[in-house]
């Protein structure tokens, strides 16, 4: 029985060290790790000895995640916005990974603000949050498709419970129903050629996104160049409860339960088409969202400020 006991070791330990390498021959491209989910992320698949490239916005971003991970994890500088950034990017990450292509696409970059009711957007407080949440997604995804394709590989795109139930006015939601949108159109365009496509729908996590003297400090700027019949019909106190309307209660420190969804989708042989991270995403913000229209507009109004009524 010694004997079998120093069978099963070694069998466990070859399999360990067979699923090491089959992992170190992996490339993921994680966009947006400067901070959040992403740098989580990637921290945790470089520890898995996945080849990480990490895409960040700025350098410094760039360099501190280079300086607390091993040296196999490539940073770079990456705006999602920028065509040529872009290109940049593919040529680097297409030297990198050779004949073997890309195994995943995580389209992790993100902003929320500009955040707040429809009447206090311009144009361009919807336009700024597309280009990054929507365009960006879509653009990085087309130049990157070639080499994923070559790897039969995966695409994850960080959507949202907004993108399922709008809650707020400004582009934020419409950007992520639009990453439901373009995922599913993509997984569905993308099987034949091996391609698996997860969308994960985190609900409200602790990050710069949803940093409430961020979005206050937004909306205190929306509402202070907003007309005085705009501001008279919705009131001073209304401004005075959105601010107190208070993420920090809901917004779960634990982002490793978003990440452990990324990596699922990344790793598993069968991954998800969605997934929901976090109680509030499961329980509540999903389900209502199957519910008739006017039960979700009931529950919104009971959580959201509303405008004064002798208008
Ligand atoms: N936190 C939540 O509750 C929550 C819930 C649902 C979905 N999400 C989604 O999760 C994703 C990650 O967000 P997070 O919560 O981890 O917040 P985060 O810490 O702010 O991460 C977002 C990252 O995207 C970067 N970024 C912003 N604009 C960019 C651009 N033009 N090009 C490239 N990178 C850009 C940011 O860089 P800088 O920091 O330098 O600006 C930051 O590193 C986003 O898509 C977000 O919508 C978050």
Not at 205 to 217: E, G, P, Q, V, Y
Not at 245 to 264: F, N, Q, R, W
Not at 271 to 277: G, K, L, Q, V
Request: with cysteine; aromatic share 8%.
């Amino acid at each position: 029985s010694y004997n079998h006991l120093e069978c099963c070791k070694t069998f466990a330990l070859n399999a360990h060290e067979k699923k090491r390498k089959i992992t170190q021959l992996k490339h993921v491209l994680i966009t947006g790790c400067d901070s959040g989910f992403g740098n989580l992320l990637a921290r945790q698949l470089d520890r898995k000895g996945f080849q990480v490239t990490a895409a960040c916005l700025t350098e410094k971003g760039a360099a501190d995640l280079a300086a607390a991970t091993s040296p196999r994890l490539n940073t770079l500088l990456l705006d999602v916005t920028d065509s040529a950034s872009i290109n940049k990017a593919v040529e680097s990450v297409s030297r990198g990974v050779g004949e073997r292509g890309l195994w995943g696409l995580v389209n992790n970059a993100g902003r929320s603000t500009p955040i707040g009711p429809t009447e206090w957007m311009k144009l361009e407080d919807f336009t700024e949050v597309l280009d990054v949440n929507l365009i960006g997604v879509i653009e990085v995804t087309l130049q990157f498709l070639p080499l994923l394709k070559k790897a039969r590989g995966r695409v994850v795109n960080v959507a949202s419970i907004l993108g399922r139930l709008s809650l707020t006015g400004g582009g934020y939601c419409l950007s992520k129903w639009g990453v439901e949108a373009f995922s599913d159109s993509l997984r569905r365009d993308m099987q034949h050629f091996g391609i698996k496509v997860s969308i994960i729908e985190p609900g409200f996590f602790k990050t710069n996104i949803t940093r409430t003297d961020l979005i206050d400090a937004d909306l205190r700027r929306l509402w202070s160049r907003l007309p005085h019949d705009v501001k008279d019909s919705y009131g001073a106190a209304y401004f005075d409860e959105s601010q107190s309307l208070s993420m920090g209660i809901l917004c779960s420190s634990d982002l490793s339960k978003v990440t452990g969804c990324m990596e699922h989708a990344l790793t598993a042989r069968f991954p998800r088409t969605r997934y929901a991270a976090g109680w509030d995403a499961k329980l509540f913000w999903i389900p209502l969202s199957y519910l008739p229209s006017f039960i979700a507009d009931y529950v919104v109004n009971v959580l959201l400020p509303a405008p004064k009524t002798d208008v």
